[in-house]
């Protein structure tokens, strides 16, 4: 149990959870400092002030230097999820993977609501977790998004249940390498011991092997591609669960989601649903009424028989795959913005085969255009508008114009959300246009 009266804390990054940790430590009788938009020379002075504790937010790496001499003096160093973990009580539902977290933990969230279970759902989406504690009620469960970022300044941070959805190249601007960021996901099944449960992707190999050395936890698999004794698999138009010995069946026909991932993400969620004891009439009634998130494969407008799609949110090159493999109709693909390092080989075959022209914008656009730029039309454009305007006039009857950049938004937008909204607002302009002109 971490004490915080009249203990001296360091809070490094102001966003939104480290605001809520500065507010819960001072609140507490701690000693807080807090520190933003520093430059690293700076932050090494604030560490350098007798501190007892650091709580790094998840956008600032332990690698920096301050961090490292911080470490070898002896003073700990945190996220705010561990923070928060020596606090909670409640049994933690907790979702990480490289995509489908946000769409997971939001599911679960809503079955566990659908099944009349009190529940806080936060994380690294919506509220931190140290907001549950200051709301000041007990919830019967705690369902958290968890990132890498957050998983590096871990602890004793032990989830009741982990689903572990996938694996792929991401944050490659952040690790040295793509074993370290494996490396820093496998952080959550850390601390899990007997009596826990952690629900894996058995069509990931990359997951597979990270939980080979697993012996008290009950590993619980889910698939689509196999049957899975005593696991969670898809047969045909049905999503079958042999979790607690008997057989449920999911019916996928009133799903209002689409894509092959999300099947992923739903029979993950109706595994954790029945660890929490829902039952199945509740869950099949939740996920048949989830709507999906916005920014993820998100329809905007059909425009002269063209279909767009928001997919702002598929910031790497797993989600760009699982959403080209989502439609059958010749794809627009408009991709780009700030590289993350992962390189975008991996593409070449689903480029081939589905992407009709390739539109490339931002930062990324030199380095996307000679890694794939040879496997289709490709096409330049220096701004998102640009970029749907050069789409729309490339379009045919059937076609989809797909916004999934494989990047980060920093180098034109705030975040990928603003990046989404302005697609959507560009895209709706675009049909009050067509509609004018009959």
Not at 150 to 171: A, K, T, Y
Not at 240 to 247: A, L, N, V
Not at 405 to 418: T, W
């Amino acid at each position: 149990m971490i004490t915080i009266k009249e203990k001296k804390f360091l809070v490094v990054g102001l966003g939104k959870s480290g605001v809520a940790c500065a507010r819960f430590l001072k609140e507490r009788g701690g000693v807080v400092t807090a520190t933003d938009g520093k430059s690293i020379d700076d932050l090494g002075e604030d560490v350098q002030k007798d501190c007892d504790l650091i709580v790094l937010s998840p956008g600032v790496p332990m690698s920096i230097e301050p961090i490292k001499e911080a470490k070898k003096i002896g003073i700990e160093v945190i996220s705010e999820i561990e923070l928060a973990y020596n606090f909670i009580k409640t049994p933690i539902v907790a979702i990480t993977g490289s995509n489908g977290k946000t769409t997971t933990t939001t599911l679960v969230g809503q079955i566990l609501k659908r099944a009349h279970k009190e529940v806080f759902v936060g994380g690294n989406i919506g509220n931190p977790l140290i907001e549950y504690i200051e709301l000041g009620r007990e919830a019967e469960y705690v369902v958290a998004e968890i990132s890498s970022f957050q998983l590096e300044g871990i602890r004793s941070f032990r989830p009741r249940v982990v689903i572990m959805l996938n694996i792929s190249p991401d944050h490659l601007d952040r690790y040295l390498s793509y074993q370290d960021y494996i490396a820093a996901k496998a952080r959550i099944f850390l601390n899990q011991r007997e009596g826990d449960f952690a629900i894996l992707n058995a069509d990931d190999s990359l997951v597979s092997e990270m939980t080979n050395s697993f012996k008290d936890v009950r590993k619980v698999y889910f698939s689509q591609k196999e049957k899975i004794n005593k696991g969670i698999y898809l047969d045909g138009n049905s999503i079958i669960s042999e979790i607690g010995g008997q057989k449920h069946y999911y019916g996928t026909e009133f799903f209002k989601i689409r894509g092959v991932h999300n099947i992923d993400n739903i029979m993950a969620s109706i595994a954790a649903a029945e660890i929490c004891g829902c039952n199945p009439g509740d869950i099949q009634d939740a996920v048949n009424s989830f709507k999906g998130l916005e920014h993820r494969l998100e329809f905007v407008e059909e425009i002269s028989g063209v279909k767009y799609y928001n997919d702002s949110k598929a910031t790497n090159i797993g989600a760009v795959e699982k959403s080209l493999e989502s439609f059958e109709q010749p794809i627009i693909l408009i991709a780009g913005g700030r590289d993350k390092g992962t390189g975008y080989e991996s593409l070449n075959e689903l480029v081939k085969e589905r992407v009709k022209k390739l539109i490339l914008i931002g930062e990324a656009k030199e380095i996307i255009l000679k890694s794939l730029g040879s496997l289709t039309q490709s096409l330049k454009a220096d701004t998102l508008e640009e970029a749907v305007e050069l789409a729309w006039s490339q379009s045919s009857h059937g076609d989809v114009v797909l916004l999934s950049p494989a990047c980060s938004s920093y180098d034109m937008f705030n975040n990928y959300e603003e990046r989404g909204e302005a697609f959507k607002a560009i895209v709706r302009e675009l049909k009050s246009k067509t509609d004018q002109m009959g």
